[in-house]
T-cell receptor, first 115, second 117 residues
Framework: GAVVSQHPSRVICKSGTSVKIECRSLDFQATTMFWYRQFPKQSLMLMATSNEGSKATYEQGVEKDKFLINHASLTLSTLTVTSAHPEDSSFYIC???????????FGPGTRLTVT | AQTVTQSQPEMSVQEAETVTLSCTYDTSESDYYLFWYKQPPSRQMILVIR??????QNATENRFSVNFQKAAKSFSLKISDSQLGDAAMYFC??????????????FGTGTRLTIIP
């Protein structure tokens, strides 16, 4: 149990375009989903926390207008990188949890390359 | 603010031997969770083991065990009978205890473990 999927696993886009990444909890209802960014050989950096049906809470320094997060259902959250630039190239990981559950379960990640 | 420190950027161990990865943390909370996550080359984060701070007994999962020293704020991971598949980046993580499910994790910087055949 506790499986989280992400789609796509890899995406290449041109500078200036937008790209959407989906995060789904497959076998449980995730009231909270988290979005992380990971640079090569570094730890995970939390970008934002999203609760189903409400606005996401962004970490300091993360541009909310650039990284749009929507958590419209208990099984789906999306991260849209708007007007992507090469410096947005990174590995993006989502995780999900639910009340009473101490553990976050992670998706397999999405590698974004902006050319 | 809570912080998690992993002082060993890299470790290596001979296959079938035992290795211990270190983690210390700083918090003013009395109730919290500690985790070890593994990130293999596939980059999928995998939960290795979890410890509730209110439990004195050290958590164990097969070949993985922890040495939780609450007063010293230390949470080390011991891997026994190391296997090639254990090669990965290991992250120590902390979160406060709540039932809301929306508490964020604080990660350490990671320790890269290499298994020598």
């Amino acid at each position: 149990g506790a499986v989280v999927s992400q789609h796509p696993s890899r995406v290449i886009c041109k500078s200036g375009t937008s790209v959407k990444i989906e995060c789904r909890s497959l076998d449980f209802q995730a009231t909270t989903m988290f979005w992380y960014r990971q640079f090569p050989k570094q730890s995970l950096m939390l970008m934002a926390t999203s609760n189903e049906g409400s606005k996401a809470t962004y970490e300091q320094g993360v541009e909310k207008d650039k990284f749009l997060i929507n958590h419209a259902s208990l099984t789906l959250s999306t991260l849209t990188v708007t007007s992507a630039h090469p410096e947005d190239s990174s590995f993006y990981i989502c995780s999900a949890s639910t009340p009473g559950q101490s553990t976050q379960y992670f998706g397999p990640g999405t590698r974004l390359t902006v050319t | 603010a809570q912080t998690v420190t992993q002082s060993q950027p890299e470790m290596s161990v001979q296959e079938a031997e035992t290795v211990t990865l270190s983690c210390t943390y700083d918090t003013s909370e009395s109730d919290y969770y500690l985790f070890w996550y593994k990130q293999p080359p596939s980059r999928q984060m995998i939960l290795v083991i979890r410890q509730e701070a209110y439990k004195q007994q050290n958590a164990t999962e097969n070949r993985f065990s922890v040495n939780f020293q609450k007063a010293a704020k230390s949470f080390s991971l011991k891997i026994s009978d190391s296997q090639l598949g254990d090669a990965a980046m290991y992250f120590c993580a902390y979160r406060i205890l709540s039932n809301f499910g929306n508490e964020k994790l604080t990660f350490g910087t990671g320790t890269r473990l290499t298994i020598i055949p």
